[in-house]
């Protein structure tokens, strides 16, 4: 795959200012406080949802009530309001998130697995969808399997610009992206063009109708931290 994100001049890349200012900011921003935040005690809102509708190759997408995931909607402007996704594996029976984030977990880990309850009460998500492929079929969940495990076991660090030409970082959208590529659930049509755009990676491919079904949104009332 090979995506610039941003111009180029004299084989030399151009990122926007915004995506450089955002890049910033997620780098600097306090670890610490993010992660002790994440451990709060939060309302459990999956027993809201009926997880008998999951399936493993599902797309689950939030949006975080932080200023980071404000910066990530507005820059990546897909008039769609979230700001992460991970993927639905599954591993000794249970469902987990497969995803990443550009804090290290307390392993030193970017890529992770997320039980459903954090991944969706993280930084109290006030909005979550799940789409699904519509080329996926059962047959894929080993293969889908098999491939989570060679991500986490590449340990790669968080890539803010989902730059797709790199296969040294990869950023959220960037490695469910990767997945369906690989497992022909994303036409090479689509993936020619996403490589060949000027625009970042982000989150409008997981709702387009051609190639994703929406199963079910969730939304939260906006209560302020």
């Not at 309302?43 to 999951?54: C, Y």
Request: charged share 25%.
């Amino acid at each position: 795959m090979s995506t610039v994100f941003g111009s180029t001049c004299n084989g030399l890349r151009l990122f926007p200012v915004s995506f450089v200012i955002l890049t910033f900011l997620l780098i600097s921003c306090n670890d610490k406080a993010d992660l002790a935040k994440s451990s709060d005690k939060q309302p459990e809102i999956t027993s809201t949802i009926d997880t008998n509708l999951l399936r493993e190759g599902d797309v689950v997408i939030r949006k975080g009530r932080g200023f980071i995931s404000y910066l990530v909607i507005r820059t990546l402007n897909e008039n769609l309001h979230v700001s992460h996704a991970g993927l639905v594996v599954k591993f000794s029976h249970r469902f987990f998130v497969l995803h990443t984030l550009p804090e290290q977990n307390t392993r030193g880990e970017f890529v992770r697995l997320s039980s459903l309850s954090d991944f969706w009460n993280y930084r109290d998500a006030s909005e979550i969808y799940v789409t699904r492929p519509l080329l996926f079929v059962m047959s894929d969940s080993i293969k889908i399997r098999r491939m989570a495990q060679q991500i986490l076991d590449l340990k790669l660090p968080f890539d803010p610009f989902s730059d797709v030409h790199t296969e040294k970082k990869i950023s959220c959208s960037e490695l469910i992206f990767r997945v369906f590529v690989d497992l022909g659930s994303v036409p090479k049509s689509v993936d020619d063009s996403i490589q060949t755009s000027s625009a970042p990676l982000g989150f409008k491919l997981f709702f387009d109708k051609r190639y994703f079904e929406t199963i079910f949104p969730l939304a939260r009332s906006t209560t302020s931290n």
